[in-house]
């Protein structure tokens, strides 16, 4: 970390998931100086919440450790967490860039001891178990987070549980007069990373996402799995914390859709492919337990095209081809039931499932139109690249719905545009 | 079977799709199916059809004419628009239903009993009389459709009801008499014949 002043040398990079992330150690590991803007208290982004991701099923935290130790080991690299970008104003190579930082209520001093945590009474929901459980009002985001310093959530400031936090701290790290600041920079070039959300599931009508308990989301899912989730690891169903045993994944919940995202989501094949291996990893292989998978074609492209024919070879994993047309109830059971027509065969189903996955697809959390007046995006706001754009490159989900390895692969092209740039705005410099 | 059909048979050869698009309302869309199955699986008539909508769609570009244009299953659609709200790809389905139907009918190839049908044309010929439904009439030629005894007995069953509807001033028996429809039919019928002439010239239907 370094404590150099930004100039139109430097390379602002917006969103600290595996896209931000990636695109400054990259830049900043060939000799720019970076800074690094993330919303949130701690990096990592979406893939933190993931279980496992494919193809190789490994943890996310583990190479999100190596990212964290190549960010350490970074001397360019400056980390602004819980700050937005205001304003940003200029033309390549030469931005003026507003970024607001919200109060974290905790300083450096914090060893992450979690005594404060201990102290406060109020809870809130957790964001990183996407609302599923309850979390302290005093919290470290998730085990992993960086930095590994602790935050207190500004609806506790100014009540008595926010002086429990302060007496309970013995190293003087929780400041409760900390204020909202705004830091203006200067940067040559700007790499937006700012990743994706999942669709709002309850605009789906038909599926009933907001009105039965076992309809869930597959990000949903993958929360439930991580042992230190709201369920601590096991697939329980929301109605009646049973272990789910039947169940249902529907393929395109949103995507490919002209009601709702007109694009391919391109990672929920692959989402539900990888969830499918979950269940046969909870549940012992003489077990009832089965995963049915409803899809209007399966998109595993090139060799993820391997996975999916393991998959297939499992016997307990039921392929159906088949948009499911709507969810129903039952009431007694609290079972899903899923209508709609097997388009092999054009066999019309009635079936009950414990509980019924969506695979949701992926809108941009920040649409091109909303990055600056005149940022080239698509139909759905993925920002495309375009001369009109300046020096301000999309990375990532940001850019297009993109796996962790694409993800990757699009931030390290948005870095080399990006060091281009500013290589320019340096020899600008020397010549004059 | 009529001399349409034998000029598109000529027309097309092989190509039905073509056929489809050139002919049928909204019939370019057919080719944009991505056979997802969701019109399908929620048409509430869904389990009395032969084919349902995208089991049709796929009939078309599979060149299965006569059993497409033969079959009852479009003149089951009660335009309820489920399916068109769902469709991902935003078809008009339930237009192309009742396009197919409409198309089977020019060429004469549409089941000659099916209800819907016969229902249609005795609809067509009391409006188009008129100028305005004669609603007193059709329900008379509706309940008589299937012979006299058939028509008693449904009009027993329908008395009540009959009977509301007249107290209530929906229903006037003196429409049998005397209908006013509109100030001059000739003039909509010789439209319709100009229009009908005009379609008959752009796609080629030589009756």
Redesign the interface.
């Known amino acids: 970390m370094t404590d150099a002043v930004p100039t139109n040398e430097t390379i602002l990079v917006v969103g600290a998931g595996i896209s931000g992330v990636t695109a400054a150690l990259e830049a900043a590991e060939c000799g720019k100086d970076v800074v690094l803007v993330e919303k949130s208290p701690s990096v990592g982004g979406r893939v933190a919440q993931l279980y496992k991701y494919f193809p190789k099923m490994c943890r996310p935290l583990c190479g999100q450790e190596i990212n964290q130790r190549r960010m350490d080991a970074s001397r360019r690299l400056r980390l602004y967490t819980m700050a937005e970008i205001e304003s940003v104003t200029g033309e390549a190579g030469n931005y003026d860039v507003s970024i607001r930082i919200r109060p974290r209520y905790v300083n450096e001093n914090c060893t992450a001891c979690g005594a404060c945590a201990d102290a406060v009474e109020a809870e809130i929901k957790n964001p990183h178990n996407l609302n599923l459980n309850a979390v302290k009002a005093a919290y470290i985001p998730y085990s992993m987070s960086y930095p590994q310093r602790y935050v207190l959530d500004p609806s506790i400031i100014g009540t008595d549980d926010a002086q429990k936090a302060k007496e309970a701290c013995q190293y003087g790290a929780i400041e409760l007069d900390m204020e909202e600041a705004t830091v203006e920079i200067k940067a040559g070039a700007i790499i937006w990373a700012t990743g994706w959300n999942p669709y709002d599931a309850a605009k789906i009508q ?1 599926y009933g996402y907001d009105r039965y308990d076992n309809v869930i989301t597959s990000l949903e899912l993958e929360r439930m799995m991580d042992p230190s989730g709201p369920t601590g690891g096991r697939i329980l169903r929301p109605s009646d914390n049973r272990e789910a045993r039947s169940i249902a994944f529907i393929q ?1 919940a949103g995507s ?4 709702h995202l007109s694009h391919c989501s391109r990672i929920c094949c692959m989402a539900s492919l990888k969830q499918s291996t979950y269940i046969s990893e909870k549940y012992s292989i003489d077990s009832d337990a089965t995963t049915t998978i409803y899809y ?1 074609d399966i998109r595993t492209i090139d060799r993820l095209e391997d996975f999916q024919k393991r998959v297939q070879a499992d016997e307990k994993v039921r392929f159906i ?6 969810i129903t109830e039952d009431r007694i059971s609290g079972d899903v039931v899923l ?5 092999e065969g ?1 066999q ?1 189903y009635d079936n009950q499932h414990d509980l019924a996955v969506l695979a949701i697809g992926m809108e941009p959390s920040v649409r091109a139109g909303a990055v600056g007046s005149g940022i080239a995006g698509d139909k759905s706001g993925f920002i495309q690249a375009d001369a009109n754009n300046g020096a301000i490159f999309g990375a990532g989900c940001a850019a297009n719905a993109l796996d962790v390895n694409r993800a990757v692969q699009s931030a390290t092209a948005a870095a080399l545009r990006a060091i281009q740039v500013v290589n320019g705005v340096a020899a600008t410099e020397a010549g004059s | 079977m009529n001399d349409n059909n034998t000029a598109m048979i000529d027309k097309y050869r092989n190509s039905f799709l073509r056929e489809v698009e050139d002919n049928v309302e909204q019939g370019e869309w057919v080719k944009m199916c991505m056979q997802c199955g969701v019109c399908s699986g929620s048409c509430p008539f869904g389990p009395h059809w032969e084919h349902p909508p995208q089991e049709l769609f796929m009939m078309i570009r599979a060149g299965k004419r006569d059993a497409v244009l033969g079959t009852e299953s479009m003149w089951m659609c009660t335009s309820c628009y489920n399916c068109v709200v769902r469709c991902p790809r935003e078809i008009p389905i339930t237009h192309i239903m009742h396009g197919l139907a409409n198309y089977a009918h020019r060429l004469g190839l549409a089941p000659k009993v099916n209800p819907t049908r016969r229902f249609a044309k005795i609809f067509w010929d009391n409006i188009s009389k008129n100028g305005r439904v004669n609603e007193t009439s059709l329900s008379i030629k509706l309940y008589f459709m299937d012979g006299y005894s058939a028509g008693v007995k449904r009009a027993v069953e329908m008395a009540n009801t009959g009977l509301g509807m007249f107290r209530t001033k929906r229903l006037n028996p003196l429409a049998l008499i005397s209908y006013k429809g509109i100030e001059n039919p000739k003039q909509l019928q010789s439209m319709l014949k100009k229009a009908r002439e005009i379609e008959g010239r752009r796609k080629g239907y030589p009756g």
């Open positions: 038909p395109c490919r859709d002209q009601n209007i081809k088949s948009k499911v047309a709507n209508h709609g027509v097997n388009t054009y019309r």
